[in-house]
């Protein structure tokens, strides 16, 4: 179950160039936003740009101030949706340093979604790199306080204009970032989940196992449906009636052996959160099996206590526990336990650097 972090290719960084902006916020403005920062709403003073065409390959790397982009009417992701992205946070040690977690692993993911899209691969290298380059500039906007973050959105998307059905032959990549707290209000407190039967999430040979916005986009109507049951989240089923995953996050159960089962297809897309997890549940001697979990198998498995936790995992909400599964005519409460949190602060002790990186996952970004 467990990723490996590639080593290191050679590849020669990017000559960056650096415009500062002008307007950037103050020191006082800046301390204000990040007292108290709202997931996704406020957004440092840079962002990274680097180009891509077929003729010239990556090229034109810079960090600009962070502002609108000029798009063509045309612009082929407008028409064909030819994007993905990426989520990923810089933490703020006790020291004052600044670190990422894993970043390889995102920077891999994105290449197995831009070949999905066909859109070029950026090189791990110039990912990780790309990292850098925005905290060498907006390192004083990662805050430092309890569950606070700098939340990292790498994304891609198809420039060049054109009304035609074929990839694109110019690519941007970007790099914005935003200073964000508990992604749910309440912390790690259980959430509520409804079963969507209508809507599918993603299909067999589809994008699901891609991180791009059509995904999400599907997810909208459900997870609408979702918010007027009274519940926080929605989650998928396959056309088999297996789970798949949440509207963002993927999906995890304990049983009362201390096995823990999550599901894994092609169609679901592979967690580095999850993935972490689940390799310091092994650490602490669970056996950790990826496969099939079926609606019935998860609503019977609660009903006899055989499944004794469920929860869900993400890089935004990192561990929710799942309290209450809802669907037509059903409303089962799902059992919560120690195991889902302990996990949680465990890596949350890792990313922040409260306890010892046994694994090397952390990458320093500044300095």
């Not at 290191?8 to 500062?20: C, E, N, R, Y």
């Not at 204000?32 to 003729?55: K, N, Q, Y």
């Not at 991180?211 to 009274?230: D, I, R």
């Not at 089962?332 to 465990?346: I, K, N, W």
């Amino acid at each position: 179950m467990t990723l490996l972090d590639d080593p290191d290719t050679g590849l020669a960084p990017l000559q960056f160039a650096v415009t500062k902006n002008l307007a950037a916020k103050t020191t006082a403005q800046r301390e204000e936003l990040l007292r108290d920062p709202v997931f996704g709403t406020a957004f440092t003073d840079h962002m990274v740009d680097i180009c891509w065409s077929v003729g010239g390959g990556w090229h034109r790397p810079r960090v600009q101030p962070y502002g609108p982009l000029s798009l063509d009417p045309a612009a082929a992701v407008l028409h064909y949706g030819q994007e993905i992205f990426e989520g990923i946070k810089a933490y703020r040690h006790a020291d004052g340093s600044i670190h990422t977690f894993r970043p390889r692993q995102n920077g891999l993911r994105l290449q197995r979604s831009a070949r999905r899209l066909a859109l070029p691969e950026l090189p791990v290298e110039y990912f990780v790199q790309s990292l850098r380059e925005l905290i060498a500039v907006d390192g004083a906007w990662v805050p430092s306080g309890a569950d606070q973050s700098l939340y990292l959105r790498p994304f891609m998307f198809a420039k060049e204009a054109f009304l035609g059905v074929r990839p694109a032959n110019k690519v941007n990549y970007y790099v914005i970032a935003s200073p964000v707290g508990a992604y749910f209000k309440g912390g790690a407190k259980p959430v509520s989940i409804w079963l969507s039967e209508d809507y599918a999430r993603a299909g067999k040979g589809g994008t699901g196992a891609a991180k791009t916005g059509g995904n999400y986009a599907a997810s909208l109507l459900p997870q609408a449906e979702a918010y007027e049951e009274g519940c926080d989240q929605v989650v998928f089923l396959d056309q088999d009636r297996n789970v798949e995953e949440l509207g963002g996050m993927n999906i995890v159960f304990v049983y009362k052996d201390g096995t823990i089962v999550t599901p894994q297809s092609d169609s679901i897309l592979e967690g580095i959160t999850r993935d972490s997890l689940l390799q310091l549940a092994v650490d602490r001697g669970h056996k950790v099996e990826g496969r099939d979990v079926s609606i019935d198998e998860w609503r019977s498995g609660v009903a006899s206590g055989d499944i004794v936790e469920v929860f869900a995992c993400g890089t935004a909400a990192v561990v929710a526990p799942i309290g209450v599964l809802k669907g037509r005519g059903f409303f089962d409460e799902q059992p919560t336990g120690p195991l889902a949190l302990s996990l949680r602060e465990e890596l949350t002790d890792i990313q922040y650097g409260r306890r010892e990186d046994t694994h090397g996952w952390l990458v320093r970004l500044d300095g």
